[in-house]
C-alpha cells in the first residue's frame, strides 16, 4: 500500500478490516455450501434501483439519461420477495446506482434479509464521506470497472479520473473493492488493462480483466498480445469466488463454451420495473413479475437450456452456474426466441455485464 496511503490507515483499522474480511470470506464460503446443498434458491440477484447514470459510455446498453429513481418503498418489497426466496446475493447495478438518494436503505435492507449486498458503480461519486455512509449501511461488495488510462469519445471512466477516488477507497473502505480492467474490441490501447490492474493491485484490491466484443456481440479472439496481457491480469491478484474464471479463456480466443446457463433459476436480473429477465444482456424473457414468480418457474429455468449460452460472456451467469455443472442436465428447449445479441458484451467478474 502506498505510503501516503498507510500513513492514514492506523492499526485499529487494520484490526477492524481483516475481522470484517474473515466474516465477508464465511459468509462467502456459507453461500457455496447452501448452494450445493440445495438447488431450490437464487444464489445471486442483480437488482437495478436507478436506470440513469450520469455518463453515457458508447459500449453500454444498460442506462439512459432520464429514469427517475425506483421508490424505496417498492426497493424493499423486492428485496423481501428476494429474502424469502432464500437468496444468497444481490448486487445493485444500474444505470448508476449512487444516483439513487435512499441508497443507504437499500443496503441495509438487503442486509436485514441475512443477503451479500454488493454494489457496482462508475465511481465517479465517492467522496471519503459517502464512503464511510456505505460502510455504515453494511456493504459488503463493490466494483469500478475502469476502461482505459486517459479518457476517450468511447468511456471517461478512466485511470486518470478516478485514481483519486480508488485512493480513497483504500483509504476509507471496510468492504471489499474490484477493479475491473478491459480488453477487446473499442479499446485503443491494450496496455491500459495491464496499468489498471498493476494499479488495483498496488492499492490492496482484486483485480479482474473483462473482454468486450464487436458491435454485433460476436466472441472475437484477442489479437496475440491482448492474449498476453489477458492472462498476466488473470495471474494477478488476490483470489475469491468472483475469480472463478477458466471460461474466460475460451472468450478471449473466440471460442464457444459447452456449460448449463442457470440464468432465471440460479441467477435472476431484476430491472428497474421489478421484471425478472435471463441477464443483462437478454432483458425481455421470462419478463415476469418479481411479486408473480414461483418457485414452479424458477425450476424450470433451471432445467431449461439457453440458445445463447454458448456465445454468452455475461461472467456472472457463469460463475454462478459452476455450482451446480455437476449436476441436473438441462432437459427443456428454451422458449425465448434466438439470442437478439446486444451492441457489445462484457465479460468481467461480478460485474456490469
Not at 81 to 98: C, D, Q
Not at 253 to 262: D, H, I, T, V
Request: charged share 25%.
Amino acid at each position: 500500500m502506498p505510503s501516503f496511503i498507510a500513513k492514514t490507515v492506523t492499526t485499529g483499522t487494520t484490526i477492524r478490516r481483516k475481522l470484517l474480511a474473515a466474516h465477508r470470506k464465511l459468509r462467502e464460503f456459507r453461500m457455496i455450501a447452501k448452494g450445493l446443498v440445495s438447488t431450490r434458491h437464487p444464489v445471486l440477484v442483480h437488482i437495478i434501483p436507478m436506470r440513469r447514470c450520469n455518463l453515457a459510455c458508447t459500449y453500454c446498453n444498460e442506462f439512459d439519461d432520464f429514469s427517475k429513481p425506483v421508490p424505496i418503498e417498492e426497493m424493499y418489497r423486492r428485496i423481501d420477495r428476494l429474502g424469502a426466496m432464500g437468496t444468497s446475493i444481490i448486487t445493485i447495478s444500474g444505470g448508476e446506482p449512487l444516483l439513487h438518494p435512499e441508497l443507504d436503505e437499500v443496503i441495509a435492507r438487503i442486509r436485514k434479509n441475512g443477503i451479500i449486498a454488493g454494489l457496482i458503480t462508475n465511481g465517479y461519486l465517492l467522496t471519503a464521506k459517502r464512503i464511510e455512509e456505505l460502510n455504515r449501511a453494511g456493504l459488503e461488495y463493490l466494483q469500478i470497472s475502469i476502461d482505459n488510462v486517459m479518457p476517450d469519445e468511447v468511456s471517461k471512466k478512466s485511470l486518470k479520473v478516478l485514481d483519486q477516488k480508488i485512493a480513497l477507497l483504500a483509504e476509507h473502505a471496510d468492504f471489499h473493492v474490484n477493479i475491473n480492467s478491459v480488453l477487446g474490441s473499442g479499446v485503443s490501447n491494450p496496455e491500459d488493462a495491464l496499468t489498471v490492474a498493476h494499479r488495483a493491485i498496488e492499492l490492496g484490491f482484486t483485480s479482474t480483466v473483462g473482454i468486450l466484443h464487436d458491435g454485433s456481440g460476436q466472441l472475437e479472439p484477442l489479437g496475440r498480445r491482448e492474449q498476453e496481457i489477458f492472462e498476466e491480469i488473470m495471474s494477478l491478484g488476490k483470489q475469491s469466488f468472483a475469480r472463478v474464471n477458466f471460461f474466460q479463456h475460451n472468450i478471449a480466443k473466440g471460442l464457444e463454451n459447452n456449460w448449463r446457463c442457470r440464468a432465471g433459476s440460479r441467477y435472476l436480473y431484476i430491472c428497474e420495473d421489478g421484471l425478472v429477465h435471463y441477464c443483462s444482456q437478454q432483458r425481455g424473457y421470462p419478463g415476469i413479475p418479481l411479486a408473480e414468480y414461483s418457485d414452479e418457474q424458477r425450476n424450470r429455468e433451471y432445467f431449461t437450456k439457453k440458445s445463447c449460452a454458448p456465445k454468452c460472456t455475461v461472467s456472472c451467469v457463469h460463475q454462478i452456474s459452476v455450482i451446480d455443472f455437476w449436476r441436473s442436465p438441462q432437459t427443456i428447449e428454451s422458449a425465448a426466441p434466438p439470442s437478439a445479441q446486444p451492441l457489445v458484451q462484457l465479460s468481467g467478474s461480478i460485474s456490469r455485464d
